[in-house]
C-alpha cells in the first residue's frame, strides 16, 4: 500500500486510522465531507473513473474502501447505499440469465425475497441447502452453478454452517464463494482469511454501529470489487457522501462496540437459556448449540445477535410489551439494545408457509444486543418474562 495510505498491524488500529493520509486534508483530524457530485475533469481510461458521485469514487469513497478493505483483510473493497444493493449487485456481476445458485438455506428475508421473487423474472434460479450438511451439497450442483451465497451466522437462527467445507466445495467446483459477514463483524471473523471470494455486508448495523444511516459493502480481490463496481454504477446504489462520513465515523468504534455486545450477548444468552419460558435460544456461544464448535474454531468472538423461541405466541407478543431497555424495532448492531419477531419484520415479506419451514415462526423472538449493562439487561428481561 502507498506510503499515503497508512495500514496497521492490528484491526483495533486499522478501524481508526487505515486508508488516512498522514498529512491529512488541509490538516484536518477528521476526514471532511466532500459534498460535491462532480469534480473537475482529468483523463480517464474509462468512464467508471469520471470523477462523480455515483460512480462511487468522490474522496469519501476512496478513504472509506481503504479502511474497510483493511480490516476485511481484503485486496479492495466498496461501498454501497445499502446492504441490499451490496448484496444484489454482488449476485447479479457473477450470475446471470439461465445461471443457478446454491444458498444458505435460512437467509435473512430481504435476500430471500429477492431470490423468490425477483431472480426468476431475471431466469436465476437457486436451490437452498443445509449449510450443517456437506454431504447433500454435490446433489444439489447443476451444471449452470455459477455461485455459492451463505451467511457467516444465519439471520435469525444464528446458524454456523461449516463455512470451511464452503470454501473447499467453492473451489473443487470453480463456483464464487460470496458470505454475508453482517452479524460476524471482522472483528469476530474476516472470510477471506479462509479463502471467501467476496464478503458483503449490512453496514447499518455493526459497521456504522449507531442506527443512523443505510449503507452496504462489498470486498474481495482487484478483479471481482471491480466487476461489482461495474454492476452498480450502472443500477445507481452509490453511497452519498455524509453517508459515507458517518460510516467512517462509526467504523472508529467498532472493536470496543462489538467486544462489548459480544459479552453482553453470552451473558444474555445464557440467562435465557434456564428461564422455563423459553423452549430454546438460538446462540453460538451457547455450548449446546449445534453451531458451537465451528464458532469456536472460526470466531474470535460469537457476536452480539441471539433468538429465542417462547411457548407459545401470545407470550413472544407480550413479552415485546413489558421490555423496558430495549427498542421494539428492526434492525440491528446499534448501542441500544433491539427486541423483535422476526416474522412481523425481516421476514413478513414471506409466505407463512416457507418462514414455518425455516423456522421463522410467530413465537420466535430476535433481539439484537446493546452496549447497556449486562445486568440491567438481565433483570429487565427477567421481569419481561415473569422470571
Not at 478513504?63 to 485486496?75: K, P, Q, T
Request: proline share 5%; net charge negative.
Amino acid at each position: 500500500m502507498p506510503e499515503s495510505h497508512r495500514l496497521f498491524k492490528n484491526l483495533e488500529t486499522n478501524v481508526v486510522h487505515a486508508g488516512e493520509s498522514p498529512r491529512r486534508v488541509d490538516g484536518a483530524v477528521v476526514h471532511p465531507v466532500f459534498q460535491t457530485a462532480n469534480y473537475l475533469m482529468e483523463d480517464a481510461d474509462s468512464y467508471a473513473n469520471v470523477r462523480y458521485m455515483r460512480l462511487n469514487n468522490s474522496p469519501n469513497h476512496h478513504l472509506l474502501a481503504r479502511r474497510i478493505a483493511a480490516i476485511e483483510s481484503a485486496e479492495k473493497a466498496l461501498v454501497t447505499s445499502s446492504g441490499m444493493a451490496a448484496i444484489t449487485s454482488t449476485i447479479l456481476s457473477f450470475v446471470g440469465s439461465g445461471d443457478h445458485m446454491l444458498t444458505h438455506r435460512a437467509l435473512y428475508g430481504g435476500t430471500q425475497n429477492f431470490l423468490d421473487d425477483d431472480a426468476p423474472a431475471l431466469q436465476i434460479d437457486h436451490t437452498p441447502i443445509d449449510m450443517g450438511d456437506p454431504s447433500g451439497w454435490e446433489a444439489a450442483l447443476r451444471p449452470q452453478t455459477r455461485l455459492i451465497y451463505v451467511e457467516s451466522i444465519s439471520n435469525p437462527l444464528m446458524e454456523v454452517g461449516d463455512l470451511k467445507a464452503v470454501v473447499k466445495f467453492a473451489r473443487a467446483h470453480d463456483l464464487v464463494s460470496v458470505i454475508d459477514n453482517t452479524f460476524a463483524t471482522p472483528v469476530n471473523f474476516r472470510p477471506h482469511e479462509i479463502g471467501f471470494d467476496v464478503v458483503v455486508h449490512s453496514a447499518t448495523k455493526y459497521l456504522n454501529g449507531h442506527s443512523d444511516i443505510v449503507a452496504g459493502v462489498a470486498t474481495g480481490s482487484k478483479e471481482k470489487v471491480e466487476r461489482i463496481r461495474h454492476k452498480l454504477n450502472h443500477l445507481g446504489g452509490a453511497l452519498d457522501a455524509h453517508a459515507c462520513f458517518l460510516l467512517e465515523r462509526g467504523l472508529k468504534t467498532l472493536a470496543v462496540r462489538v467486544q462489548r455486545q459480544n459479552a453482553n450477548a453470552l451473558q444474555l444468552a445464557r440467562f435465557l437459556s434456564g428461564c422455563p419460558e423459553i423452549r430454546r435460544v438460538n446462540y453460538p456461544g451457547l455450548a449446546s448449540d449445534p453451531g458451537h464448535e465451528r464458532a469456536r474454531a472460526l470466531f474470535s468472538g460469537f457476536g452480539g445477535m441471539l433468538s429465542f423461541y417462547m411457548d407459545s405466541d401470545e407470550r413472544a407478543a407480550a413479552f415485546l410489551e413489558r421490555v423496558r431497555i430495549p427498542l421494539h424495532a428492526a434492525s440491528l448492531g446499534g448501542a441500544e439494545t433491539l427486541v423483535v419477531r422476526p416474522s412481523r419484520s425481516s421476514h413478513l415479506g414471506l409466505p407463512p408457509a416457507e418462514r414455518e419451514k425455516i423456522g421463522v415462526t410467530d413465537d420466535l423472538v430476535r433481539v439484537s444486543v446493546g452496549i447497556e449493562s449486562a445486568e440491567e439487561l438481565v433483570d429487565d428481561f427477567a421481569q419481561a418474562l415473569g422470571s
